[in-house]
């Protein structure tokens, strides 16, 4: 016996991000983009095809739209000998070896564990407060046996979600397996006078003096909520191009266990001229780190922790380098300099990541003892705000001054074998003895 099982047929900017040969595939769409559409047909065929795909939403009602509509399409195959249908698990088997598994991610952090995917879907993905921890902890890993494929679907709800964030890490193809696409509701060719009904809504938009709003829902650009301290506006103003002037002053933000080393440079106006997000192990990060910021210009380095040796041994190597103590108090001051900076249009700043990072900030207030901290989402870091932090505080204290000169100086230990020495060891072996913490 045969069936016959109709699937959509996917409009051009659905196409084309079927066509990406990128094996984890982030999507930053307007509502009514057909985000849903494209991850059901492609769950589906996968299925037929005998692939396994876990479907993920945020909250239980975001599950029964796609479940519904899987079950539509796919319940005649399903009906042959060796499918089935478990509306109780959520779970469609085909024939064909294939299957469906839907599940809500409210509230279940241990969602589909001993379970091996093909392919993994994530719709409504900017709703998902914890989506970063999530992925790795939970999903990523299903991807693992088979060597997977994701598919991330969302619309910004704000910018103060890990989406947001992965989204712009993917886009900056920091690596290769991940790609970003951008989709406007426009886009959507399956909407009957589709250009007509968007030009209005932008109208109506201006008319209500909601445009942030529009941009939102409608081309996927995260609109401010008013919970950033800087504000999405003042951030995006200082948003500019790599400097081509020569880099007057340095911030280093080192690794912790999971984050990255962050290095950024500012020139003599305080706009950025080069930044470098990396992981290593401490002798090659010194390396880099004496090699990218040399022996003349001013550092300002994070020397919390395992920070403390090796601003120690970079300084001993020649750098002209000061440490930053990290602590509840320096911290908030230090971005508050920041901010003030930013506001004042004194620095220019990378897109990409740090961008998001700093779109992704927020302010917790205690009421009790009045202070005020600086949050990022769940599971995010902020490796690259305080990279620039760190910067724009060497800058203004040390090369912002008319007369400035990068100074010469000595460099007693780089050529002998005591150098060579302090830039190979590696304290994460000197320092692991100390414990939580370092
Ligand atoms: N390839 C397609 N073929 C036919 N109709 C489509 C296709 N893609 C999307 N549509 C239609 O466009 C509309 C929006 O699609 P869908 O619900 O998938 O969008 P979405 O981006 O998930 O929207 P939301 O933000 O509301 O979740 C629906 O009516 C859907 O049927
Ligand atoms: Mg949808």
Known sequence: MSVQITLPSLHPGQQRIEDHPARHKMLRCGRRYGKTKYGIA??????????????FAPTFKYTQEAWRELVRRLRPVCELEGGRVSEQDKRLELPSGGLIEVWTLEGNED??????????????AGLVGNLATLWEAAIEPTLIDREGQSLFL??????RTPFNVMFAEAEMGVDPEWAAFHGKTVDNTTIKNVVEKIAKAKLRA???GTLPLFYQEY???PADDGSNPIGLAAIRAVVAEASKRPTVAWGVDLARAVDYTV?????QLGQWTEQHRFQNDWGPTKRKLLDLCGTTLPVIMDSTGVGSPIVDDLQLAGMNVEGFVFSRKSRGAL???????????RITIPGGITQAELESLGIERNSETNFTKYTVPDGMHDDCIMSLALA????SYYADTPDWRPEKRELPWMQDEDGARILESDADAEFSALGEGW
């Not at 969302?154 to 910018?159: C, D, I, Q, S, V």
């Not at 290095?263 to 020139?267: A, F, I, P, S, W």
């Not at 971005?335 to 249009?345: N, Y």
């Not at 724009?392 to 800058?395: P, Q, S, T, V």
């Open 42 to 55: 492609k769950a589906a065929k996968t299925a037929l095809e005998g692939g396994k795909v876990g479907w």
């Open 154 to 159: 969302g619309t910004p709800k704000g910018a």
């Open 392 to 395: 724009w505080r060497c800058f």
């Open 111 to 124: 969602v589909a564990r001993g379970r091996d995917y093909d392919l993994v879907i994530i719709d409504e």
């Open 206 to 208: 201006e008319r209500r």
């Open 263 to 267: 290095v950024t440079g500012l020139d």
């Open 219 to 221: 081309e996927g650009v």
């Open 335 to 345: 971005i508050e300099d920041l901010i003030t900076a930013i506001h004042g249009k």
